[in-house]
């Protein structure tokens, strides 16, 4: 073997025990609460890693873990703004987890009501009495549950 593939070898072996030291950076707080907002208002699809790091970014508790078998789901210490409006919890499923195949994501309101949340959306009463509409391929649904005002997005529907 010639010196020069050597070399070739020996670099290729040092760029493959440096890699995992290559790995990306945690995003900054202002990205991780960016591109969460844009994932619940079905602006940009996250893989369900993707949503879990981006909620451990905002130093969120982890009131369920993401797993393989398992949501997650966090509690903000900061509140998030989603529509103006802040979000005290957020919510992921993950439709490889369950037997659907759609990745949901869910911001849970502070304070504000179904009917200002829907018409922050955009996304009027349809006939069946719910606030959904499609985005694309996704669906974005405003619902009220026990009082509490969610916004979610479920992605690759159609």
């Known amino acids: 073997m010639s010196s020069f593939a050597a070399r070739c070898l020996a670099l290729a072996g040092l760029v493959t025990l440096a ?30 890693a993707q949503f879990a790091a981006l909620a451990k970014a905002l130093k969120a508790t982890e009131l369920q873990a993401y797993g ?3 949501d997650g ?18 919510h992921l499923y993950d439709g490889a987890n369950g037997e659907d195949g759609i990745d949901s994501y869910t911001a849970y309101f502070t304070t504000a009501g179904i009917e200002q949340i829907a018409a922050l959306a ?13 985005v694309g391929r996704h669906d974005l ?13 479920s992605y690759d529907l159609r």
């Open 19 to 48: 890699a995992p030291a290559l790995a990306a950076p945690q995003p900054s707080a202002e990205v991780a609460s960016r591109q969460l907002v844009e994932a619940v208002t079905c602006k940009r699809h996250l893989t369900p």
């Open 122 to 134: 955009g996304t009027p009463r349809n006939a069946a009495g719910d606030y959904t509409r499609e």
């Open 73 to 90: 789901e966090y509690a903000l210490t900061t509140p998030l703004l989603v529509l103006g409006q802040p979000v005290s919890r957020l």
């Open 68 to 70: 393989p078998l398992s």
């Open 141 to 153: 649904s405003v619902r009220q549950d026990d009082a509490q005002t969610s916004i979610d997005c």
